[in-house]
């Protein structure tokens, strides 16, 4: 039985095939057609998957789209017949796309794909819900869906038991943690749904100055985490912004106009709507625990992707184990739409051992062998040598140990935003200079922003006050104690960006301003190369931890082919490149010519 599953014309269009209730790859139209966020019908995304098991559109035996787009259409409908005329602008240039794609879901999938067969749709939040809990490790959980919005739903609570859930408590449109954590990530001057995670990264830096000034204006919270937003202050409903004058008198002046520098206000805006989201969070998690009982909590939906609410949640929450899906936001709706048709509409059974879940390790994109990286490697007048595995290792270990940057290719791509390794940039976290040089000469983006570390499982307890698995970067945890470099009376009375330059723990690279870090947990299971290099590492200099950010520059997608990577590698001061057993350094290569100006091409979120 074949299914694929489809998520579209939002943002982050997504493909996932499960054959028999087993995930045999998923992709997000992205990495195909390099346009960051790709929304458009993904039919790129589709052919890989098809290519990937060996089958044909005939094969198929039912297409499901992961939302109700008639539904959807209500909302909108609804929505300006509430705000209009107010909100006509904003309808007129959302409905020449309606028109033309969204209500013609099933004339889309057949011109796309030449499908014949049977067409099926799933809600929003029931995707969610499905990715969240089906996958999971667990035969019994809680589950908490928090987004934007769906058709209506913006958050829902449910349970999962077997092959069957049901959601027993939503809220919905226009009350939205999502769109209130996207209005600050606007006000701030960042991209919504690309930028949230800017405005996370940002609110250590910042204090909590606004908290109760948002609670007192913008969000009525209740005790079992249910709220409503004062509409008052936002644009959404009826403006093509997320914000308006009120909301900015509200915060001491208007919004920060994209690619101006960064004040304090903004800090303090992001760190506050942190803190209030996580104590939502929190609320939902307590009210859930005391509902159900249950030991087990399975998160989905873009807000799941705020890793440090996530880790809150595990440390402070009632639950005793958290499984989050990896690709949390809309791109994880064709997955958890494909498994609603398997277990809920086929009703299959399902067996979890509360140990392994079923998203293998969630490295589902495309993988190339070594002939064809030689002959792409080839095409592009590269220069390399080619290393066995024993050789490999550590000599990029060694490489990593003198501070070098290593664009790291191997096995298949990752399914969701995080590169856990597959299609990683990595350095030594150990170096005081390595933020730095991987933010501004690497990656092109803001000073601020942290980088991730990759620990192997057995020794994430040693850096990390955390002793549970991490495999998605999707947990934030505090750097141990004993590995903590104590500010002088000088350095604590410093502000925002200041901070930056304070080394916080023996691991500068990873450790953030709040002494906080990303854990991504590496084990052989999942990813044996990986897991080989950080050993390798360890043997070398006592470390099994190594910087991982993802393999792309600031405005592209995470590279998808050994050309993508090569491209990038030489388009970045990144010292070394790894693609599978080719080994190849920068100041070999030919000189580069660039076709166009490719940074003015930057989608700049």
Avoid at 267 to 276: C, F, G, H, N, W
Avoid at 537 to 548: E, P, R
Avoid at 567 to 572: A, K, L, P, S
């Amino acid at each position: 039985m074949n299914i694929l599953g489809i998520s579209a014309f939002y943002h982050d269009s997504a493909a996932c095939l499960v054959q028999d209730g087993n995930i045999l790859a998923a992709a997000q139209e992205e990495r195909f057609t390099r346009k960051k966020h790709d929304f458009n019908f993904p039919k790129n995304a589709s052919d890989y998957c098809l290519r990937q098991a060996g089958l044909s559109i005939s094969d198929i035996d039912y297409v499901v789209f992961y939302d109700k787009p008639v539904l959807k259409f209500e909302r909108l409908l609804e929505t300006y017949l509430t705000t209009a005329p107010k909100g006509f602008t904003s309808y007129a240039k959302a409905l020449p796309l309606w028109l033309k794609h969204k209500l013609w879901i099933p004339d889309t999938i057949k011109t796309e794909l030449g499908y014949e067969g049977e067409i099926l749709f799933t809600e929003h939040h029931q995707s969610h819900a499905g990715s969240a809990f089906y996958p999971s490790p667990y035969q019994e959980a809680a589950i908490l869906t928090i987004d934007g919005v769906g058709e209506w739903t913006t958050n829902s609570l449910g349970i999962g038991k077997g092959n069957t859930f049901t959601i027993e408590k939503d809220i919905k449109f226009p009350h939205s943690l999502g769109l209130l954590y996207s209005a600050f990530t606007y006000f701030t001057g960042f991209k919504v749904n690309s930028g949230e995670y800017k405005v996370m990264g940002l609110a250590p830096y910042g204090e909590p100055k606004y908290v109760q000034q948002i609670y007192d204006n913008l969000i009525d919270l209740k005790e079992d985490g249910s709220f409503h937003l004062n509409l008052k202050y936002f644009n959404y409903m009826s403006g093509l912004t997320m914000t308006n004058d009120d909301f900015a008198s509200l915060f001491d002046g208007p919004r920060r106009k994209p690619e101006t520098p960064i004040s304090q206000r903004e800090m303090d805006l992001a760190r506050s709507i942190q803190e209030v989201v996580e104590e939502v969070m929190l609320r939902q998690a307590r009210y859930l625990h005391k509902e159900t009982g249950l030991d087990s909590l399975c998160l989905a939906g873009g807000v799941a992707l705020n890793c440090v609410g996530n880790g809150r949640v595990l440390r402070e929450g009632p639950f005793k184990n958290l499984w989050i899906q990896p690709a949390a936001g809309d791109a994880g709706g064709a997955l958890g739409a494909a498994l609603c048709v398997w277990y809920g509409y086929l009703d299959n059974p399902r067996e979890a051992t509360d140990k392994q879940d079923f998203q293998q390790g969630s490295y589902l994109g495309p993988s190339f062998s070594n002939d064809e990286i030689k002959a792409e490697l080839d095409s592009l007048g590269a220069k390399y040598k080619v290393l066995s595995d024993d050789q490999l290792y550590p000599e990029v270990a060694s490489l990593l140990g003198n501070e070098k940057v290593i664009g790291w290719f191997q096995g298949r791509m990752e399914f969701g935003p995080r590169a856990l390794g597959g299609r990683s940039i990595i350095g030594d976290p150990r170096s005081s200079e390595m933020q730095t040089k991987m933010n501004l000469k690497i990656k092109y983006r803001e000073s601020f922003r942290p980088f991730a570390p990759a620990v192997l499982r057995e020794d994430v307890s040693e850096y990390f006050e955390l002793d549970a698995d991490s495999p998605y970067m999707l947990l934030v945890a505090p750097v141990k104690e004993g590995r903590r470099l104590p500010m002088t009376d000088e350095q604590k009375e410093l502000f925002g960006i200041a901070k930056l330059k304070i080394p916080r723990s023996d691991l500068p690279a990873i450790t953030h301003v709040d002494y906080s870090a990303r854990v991504q947990t590496v084990t052989e299971e999942t990813n044996p190369r990986f897991t080989e290099l950080l050993r390798a590492f360890k043997a070398q200099t006592g470390c099994s931890v190594l910087v991982n950010t993802s393999f792309n520059v600031r405005g592209e997608p995470i590279v998808c082919t050994p050309k993508d990577a090569y491209t990038c590698f030489m388009r970045t001061e990144m010292d070394y490149l790894v693609v599978e057993n080719y080994l190849l350094c920068k100041e070999e290569q030919p000189k580069w010519q660039e076709k166009d100006n490719w940074r003015e091409t930057f989608e700049l979120d």
